[in-house]
């Protein structure tokens, strides 16, 4: 984890800096890494408090407690498919070509995010702060309006809702061509479908039992995957800025839509479809569990 927090800026140094939506993109550039600071210095950072935590609580109380390696290798294996998902060539391409930047999202919302999501990063975190900054961290957590509004937002029912809403409202034609054309909104819309997610896996792995967790995986792959029938079969384009270079790549703009579409449509919901059954077949194997101690009783 430590040599990846610094191998990722070192590479994107090695390459001529492009920068997202027409402030300073050449268009006969090769494929390229994308330096975008707002994105690479919270992914560096990120990187560097979550293994400082980590040395340090297993330093403290032994490598493997607090916090296992599969969830440390989690957090790693999340951390780096966001940054191919935003850094990488595929960024760099998914300006350009509507399928690719949905593949870039995809990755995000339901790669990236559960992978962060089940490493339960925010105790990393607060043992990278000082000890009496922790503590300060820790209460405000645990008590007060902090704690009152971070139980809303994560409630299984909420965070469904809030990610819903956020795929939903950025697939909006207008909205999601304000993005490709505006920075300020791309950023926007990045942070929201990652926060979005991040809150909508946390949800179902800590507040939800998990039969209710794979019903609400259910939900999510019936309405994203309505989305992108949608999309898919459109009779016209609706992302005229989006599939505008569409002809560069060998496609036209409608097939371009198509092929977003159904990336979201089938691999997408493929995702969430098997993470529902994994969630069926741990609420089978509990119930089983407490039938049988129901019977030895």
């Known amino acids: 984890m430590r040599a990846l927090a610094v191998v990722l800026p070192l590479s994107l140094l090695a390459t001529p800096p492009v920068f997202a939506h027409g402030t300073a993109v050449d ?22 408090l979550y293994t400082t935590g980590l040395w340090r609580l297993w330093r403290r109380a032994g490598v493997g407690r607090g916090l296992r390696g599969w969830q440390a290798g ?33 990755i995000v919302v339901a790669v990236a995010a559960p992978l962060i999501a089940v490493s339960r990063p925010v105790g990393a975190f607060l043992w990278a702060l000082p000890p009496a900054m922790r503590r ?9 309006p902090a704690r009152r509004l971070w139980d809303l937002i994560v409630d299984h029912r909420n965070a469904t809702i809030l990610h819903g809403v956020a795929l939903w409202a950025w697939h909006a034609p207008t909205l999601f061509d304000l993005s490709v054309t505006n920075l300020a909104a791309h950023r926007l819309q990045h942070l929201s479908f990652l926060a979005t997610a991040l809150l909508f896996w946390w949800s179902l792995l800590r507040r939800a039992s998990a039969g209710a967790a794979a019903w609400r995986l259910l939900i999510t792959m019936l309405h994203t995957s ?67 101690a129901v019977l030895r009783g």
């Open 27 to 48: 268009a006969e550039a090769p494929l390229s890494w994308t330096f975008d600071p707002l994105v690479v210095v919270p992914l560096v950072l990120s990187a560097a």
């Open 74 to 106: 989690c957090y790693g294996a999340g951390w780096l498919a966001l940054a191919l998902a935003l850094c990488s060539p595929l960024h760099w391409a998914g300006e350009r070509v509507f399928v690719f930047h949905m593949i870039e999202h995809e």
């Open 136 to 144: 300060r961290f820790g209460g405000a957590l645990r008590r007060g």
């Open 226 to 292: 309505a989305l992108g029938a949608l999309i898919a079969l459109a009779p016209r384009v609706l992302y005229d800025a989006q599939t505008a270079r569409a002809a560069e790549w060998g496609l036209t703009p409608l097939e371009d839509q198509q092929l977003a579409g159904f990336v979201m449509w089938v691999p997408a919901g493929a995702i969430y479809a098997g993470a529902a059954l994994a969630f069926v077949g741990l609420w089978i194997g509990r119930a089983g569990r407490d039938g049988r």
